[in-house]
């Protein structure tokens, strides 16, 4: 249920399913494109090899790991 977010406040990144509004494809393809906002919260959730990546890629833009959140599910 993505609607239930501001859309300039969320972005879902799936990389199995094709759904409307998410990209499409891992997570770190999504960031090494964006612009990342040092100030902002991030939280991520799904594989621990993914969020660890991610996490190196938002500490090189930046991002205090207190602004991290995650959640490990496989």
């Given amino acids: 249920n993505f609607d ?3 859309a300039d406040r969320y972005q879902a990144c799936v990389s199995r399913e094709k759904l409307s509004g998410t990209f499409h494809g891992r ?8 612009q990342l906002d040092a100030a902002s919260n991030y939280y991520l959730c799904g594989n621990r090899a993914m969020i660890a990546d991610v ?6 833009s930046g991002v205090s790991g207190d602004q991290v959140f995650t959640e490990v599910f496989f």
């Fill in 27 to 34: 997570v770190t393809e999504f960031l090494k494109d964006s």
């Fill in 55 to 60: 996490f190196e890629l938002l500490m090189q």
């Fill in 4 to 6: 239930r977010y501001p």
